[in-house]
């Protein structure tokens, strides 16, 4: 899914954009949990978080995950973005809740990561 | 240290500080990057890394993160000054945590850190008394 698809399906503000023209993002991992995204997430998903704090961008800078999705409307501050531009990470943010988020993505062709994978 | 040892980077890293927490595993990160290692390699690294730099941050009273560079291997040696766990084997459990409401608030205390470090690395240490925790974690390159 290419994040201007990803923007529409979502009503969501793209907050920083360093995508590519082949950047087709397939997997998402969604949780408020850091650690949780440490354990499971992979390098090419998206990291959907209710989660507003600069360690949301650490997490995803050490996983190499280049997009994360900020729902519930929570609207990341000056720092947090500060940091996604310095790790070359596209952000955007939705006003749907994480469930409904979750939702959309996959009925658009989103797959999720399974823990055996 | 044995004879393939090349070099020890340090950090300090101060207990409770959430702003700060990361940059030392950022720094390495982009470290190892620059000498050309493997991606795989290189996030392996940095999760173990920043799990034990955020341990540091959530349950000591500060401490440091080192990166040892040897030949064939790196080691994340994570050294802090205290309080110690008590029950290192229940730390050593999935979802075990003895995280405080405000450090879960944050994103961590989901007892997953010492979890993740073991599942990451190639060989790991650890040591704990009231005088501090000492874990090495030894991925192979």
């Known amino acids: ?117 | 240290m044995t004879e393939s040892f090349l070099k020890r980077y340090s950090f300090d890293i101060v207990a409770n500080d959430f702003i700060a927490a990361g940059k030392g595993s950022s720094t390495i990160k982009n470290l190892l990057k620059s000498m050309g290692i493997e991606a795989n390699l290189i996030r392996k690294i940095a999760i173990t890394s920043y799990e034990a730099e955020i341990n540091i941050v959530i349950h000591s009273y500060g401490g440091q993160l080192h990166c040892d560079l040897y030949e064939d291997k790196i080691v994340i040696v994570s050294q802090d000054t205290g309080p110690g766990i008590k029950d290192v084997e229940l730390a050593l459990t999935e979802g075990y945590s003895t995280a405080t409401e405000s450090v879960r608030e944050l994103g961590f205390g989901a007892g997953m850190g010492l979890p993740n470090m073991m599942k990451y690395s190639d060989d790991f240490e650890i040591t704990s008394s009231s005088d501090g925790t000492v874990i090495k974690i030894t991925i192979l390159l």
């Open chain 1, 1 to 117: 899914m290419k994040i201007k698809e990803m923007a529409e399906i979502l009503n969501a503000e793209i907050l920083t954009d360093f995508s590519k023209d082949d950047t087709d993002i397939k997997h998402g991992f969604a949780s408020d949990l850091m650690s949780d995204v440490l354990a499971y997430a992979n390098s090419e998903s998206l990291l959907v978080t209710g989660l507003n704090n600069g360690q949301v961008i650490r997490t995803a800078e050490m996983l190499d995950m280049c997009t994360v999705l900020f729902v519930r409307g929570k609207q990341p501050c000056k720092e947090v973005i500060e940091l996604a531009r310095e790790n070359s990470i596209t952000v955007l943010a939705t006003n749907y809740t994480m469930f409904k988020t979750c939702g959309k993505l996959v009925l658009n062709g989103m797959k999720g990561i399974e823990s055996d994978d």
